[in-house]
């Protein structure tokens, strides 16, 4: 058929093109089709709009296009609240409204469950709840996040000012793909002391001219300023990244940082290596505490899908290494639906899979008998045995190694032994690239009566579904919750359990 042969060479770069967006990409850009189906991905459109573009890059069936004109604005369009929403990136959905956006996050993972997961639309609809939106103050929930990560460095303007001027030092992101910093201290997710906390630092390193690192060479000092802090306990957490493991005048640093409200613990991390990776390994406390602490409260559900708020909750010891949900209100959410969706009556044996610094397994600890924690990270498990012990919790036990070779090996002891695993409830929460095929494997060889999962790539997520649903179990419920919003990432849960129960 001609139209089929002529596709490839009927789209070139520089071609102009007008079409409607229609959907949402990976990376928060729009997505239209032309007429013919042929697929184009315009950075900065917006779902609903209808724009001219001109083609960049044109590929067999799709192409990446610049975004010329909007000629017809989308209804959902607002004006980013951040200034500098498009440069950063870090938002990807700041232009659309917030009440869209959570539609697209819903339907993403429907989408994603029916095309990837292949499950009936259906089963879908007749089981999936709607997302957990966060409270929306002016067009989208805003200062939600509990950890701020900035870059240090000089100013570009002052390099391009004269070739050996080393400009002034800036704070704030990378520009997309390069090594140069643009300045901006008051991130609209992040709490608004980051501000104040991070001119103090650049006070000081413009007193004592401490030179910011240079990612290209390799030299200078403050790499990355990083900022914990707790939502609930209002304790705050100043972390200096430094390639080497002293700053000069480090007491006055301190001096500068201790008249926060709620300063609680200044540290400096050692990171000389040549790497992106944000953190080294070597901490040196300044001045106070090592870690700050945070309180996470539990809600019950209600049988509409509510959230009450009930006297229980989990106070979590924080270190600059650990991981920890970055949206605390939305995590309280995220935890008492696995919870919820886990139907604990007080004596159940529970694994958490991927259990981190044990945050779920606390949550569980008081509605089972039992719950035993696997984590990859050493550190991740010993603040979990901490945190067991600081909330008085007994009955949790945690294990150090790989999710799919502690629980299967934890399954052959006890066969060994002439017993059943006896595990009732299983909760993973794994990183994006889901479970690994041997952890569900073993599980669909223990069988436990229900299976939580929370995910954060709804696609991963979907696939390995689809090995539990064809290994015997059924899909209850899903739920996505808005962990972060403005970004295009989507978290949610699931509860399966077998199905022929
Ligand atoms: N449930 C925790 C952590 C979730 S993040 C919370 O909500 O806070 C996923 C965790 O899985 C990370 O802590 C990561 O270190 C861990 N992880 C990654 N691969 C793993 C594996 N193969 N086995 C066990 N844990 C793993």
Known sequence: MAGKKNKTSEYRKGQEIKVHIIDIGMRGEGIGKLEDGYTVFIKDAVIGDYVRASIMKANKSYAYAHLDQILQASP??????????????????????????????????????????????????????PIVGMQDNTNGPWRYRNKAQVPVGYSTAGKKAGRNAPGRVVAGFYAGRTHSIIPMTDCMLGEEINKDIINRVLTYMELHKVPPYDEETGKGLVRHILIRSGKYSGQIMVCIIVNGDSLPYEADLVDHLVTVPGMTSIVLNTNTERTNVILGKQLRTLWGRDEIEDTLHVYDISADGGFVPSAESVTFRISPLSFYQVNPEQTQKLYSLALNYAGLTGTETVWDLYCGVGTISLFMAGHAGKVCGVE??????????????????????????????????????????????????????????????????????????????????????????????????????????DQFGHTVHVECVVLMSKANT
């Open 376 to 481: 990859i990270i050493p550190e991740a498990i010993e603040n979990a045995k901490a945190n067991a012990a600081r909330n008085g919790i007994e009955n949790a036990a945690f294990y150090v190694g790989k999710a799919e070779e502690v629980l299967p090996a934890y399954v052959q002891a006890r066969k060994a032994e002439g017993e059943d695993p006896d595990i009732d409830v299983i909760c993973v929460d794994p990183p994006r690239k889901g479970c690994d095929s041997k952890c569900l494997e073993t599980i669909l060889e223990i069988r436990p009566d229900r299976v939580v999962y929370v995910s954060c790539d709804p696609a991963t997520l979907a696939r390995d579904l689809r090995i539990l649903t064809d290994g015997g179990y059924r899909l209850r419920k899903v739920r996505p919750v």
């Open 76 to 129: 959902d369009r607002v004006e980013p609240l951040c200034p500098v929403a498009r440069q950063c990136g870090g938002c990807q959905l700041q232009a659309l409204s917030y009440e869209k956006e959570l539609e697209y996050k819903q339907n993403k993972v429907r989408a994603d469950l029916i095309r990837i997961g292949g499950f009936s639309e259906e089963e879908i609809d007749r089981i999936m709840e």
